[in-house]
């Protein structure tokens, strides 16, 4: 099945993108996903954006180039970067005549029963009133050790939660690959069935840059929106302009049919 074909088949809608895709040189990424977002809308889809990007939208203004592994200085990133992150979601969604919602949410927020049935509610309103949700991790109040640490994990649990039907995880790399797609005989994987293992590939955790994801990350991510019932594109940023209209490389992910 095509991507356009998944797409027209489900009415709400998560998409991921990751700090590398949207920031720096591929800044201009964002007024793409954002296209891709009105285009649904238009299709009278629902969609939620996660988001990652504000250490590495601030950094370069403070005059950093690297990673910074101390916590108060990445919070005080995340604070500045969040603010300028969200005015480009704002600029870039006001050619389309919407409006972003931010929601900044910590590992506490889905754990605690309470705080996740309030988080989904402020969800449900912004979709019911036409406001595309933009969510990141809380990343100015998070600790190291109590963190998703990555956006794909963020994803997947807002996925489940908000009983979305589908996931696109939007990444480096357009797809799973049976080894690092860099190395030699690596193949490109099209279909994971729900509960494949997946013994015989190599994936690796490694990432770059800002980002704090990896083909593993992505891979667990997977794992936990289709335990969930949702199922998951995993395709390179680059081809989020092919999605709709076309088909485009791209490992699709079976949700668990019993959900």
């Known amino acids: 099945m095509k991507t356009a074909e998944r797409l027209a088949s489900a009415k709400r809608i998560v998409v991921k993108v990751g700090s590398s895709s949207i920031t720096g040189e591929n800044e201009h990424n964002l007024a ?8 649904l809308r238009k299709l009278a889809k629902e ?4 988001s990652s990007g504000a250490i590495a939208t601030a950094a370069p203004l403070m005059g950093l180039t690297v990673r910074s592994d101390d916590l108060p200085t990445s919070q005080a990133l995340a604070s500045i970067g969040q603010a300028k992150l969200m005015g480009r979601y704002e600029s870039s969604l006001a050619r389309h005549n919407l409006l972003p919602g931010q929601i900044l949410l910590t590992v506490e927020n889905l754990d605690q029963e309470q705080s996740s049935i309030n988080a989904m509610r402020a969800i449900e309103r912004l979709l019911e009133i036409g406001v595309v949700p933009i969510i990141n991790e809380n ?10 640490g990555d956006n794909d994990q963020l994803a997947a649990r807002v996925s489940t939660l908000a009983g979305s039907d589908l ?9 799973l690959y049976t080894k690092p797609p860099q190395d030699s005989g690596a193949e490109h994987i099209a279909l994971v069935e729900f509960g494949d293992p997946l013994n015989s590939i190599e ?6 840059g800002y980002g704090t994801g990896g083909a593993l990350t992505k891979l667990a991510a997977a794992r936990l929106a289709t335990t969930g019932g949702v199922g998951v594109i995993l395709t390179a940023t680059a081809n989020v302009t092919k999605l709709l209209d076309s088909d485009c490389k791209h490992t699709w992910f079976e949700p668990n049919s019993r959900v």
């Open 32 to 39: 793409l996903i954002v296209d891709f977002a009105a285009e």
């Open 47 to 50: 969609v939620v954006i996660v």
């Open 139 to 148: 990343d100015s109040v998070a600790t190291h050790e109590i963190r998703f």
């Open 167 to 175: 996931m696109v995880l939007l990444s480096d790399i357009d797809g």
């Open 203 to 208: 994936v690796s955790g490694t990432s770059t």
